[in-house]
């Protein structure tokens, strides 16, 4: 099971698309997650995704130029359920044959009060969760000062 979670930090350029293809074609994902879209949807997106092979998706829509997730996949390689989506996470169970695990993939806005909202929720999904979970995504979250790029 292959699944992509990139922070592409904005969809409307020609290099995004160039990086895409790049990726895509290279690692051949079973799901492809695009964070920090910044974009509702180009209305040539979806069909762009497609030429590349995912068939199905979600997409959370971004805040004016903030967040937004689409994640894409194609359910001949990969059934993916969605359980929950919200402005900064879809939460899914995937597998393929008989593997599956719960996924997580987030863009946490990096405003302390979203932080608190997105760590309460992933609180209470990890408390649902029985077996394999993997969380990916922007946190946009330090373990320590020292990880902190100079200004």
């Not at 959370?60 to 967040?67: K, L, T, V, Y």
């Not at 995504?137 to 200004?151: F, K, M, Q, T, V």
Request: positive net charge; aromatic residues 8%; charged residues 20%.
């Amino acid at each position: 099971m292959r699944i992509i979670s990139w922070n592409c930090r904005g969809v409307n350029n020609d290099t995004f698309r160039t990086h895409c293809k790049e990726m895509l074609i290279t690692h051949k994902p079973n799901a492809f997650c695009l964070l920090e879209t910044k974009s509702s949807a180009p209305s040539d997106l979806p069909r762009f995704i497609r030429r590349l092979g995912f068939s199905e998706h979600l997409k959370i829509p971004s805040d004016g130029c903030a967040g937004g997730i689409w994640l894409f996949w194609n359910p001949n390689l990969i059934s993916i359920s969605v359980l929950i989506s919200s402005t900064q996470l879809i939460h899914c169970f995937c597998s393929q044959g008989p593997k599956g695990m719960s996924v997580t993939l987030a863009y946490v806005r990096p405003d302390s009060t979203m932080k608190q909202t997105f760590w309460n929720q992933a609180r209470e999904i990890a408390a649902a969760i029985q077996g394999s979970w993997v969380l990916m995504g922007d946190l946009n979250d330090i373990a320590l000062e020292s990880e902190r790029a100079p200004p």
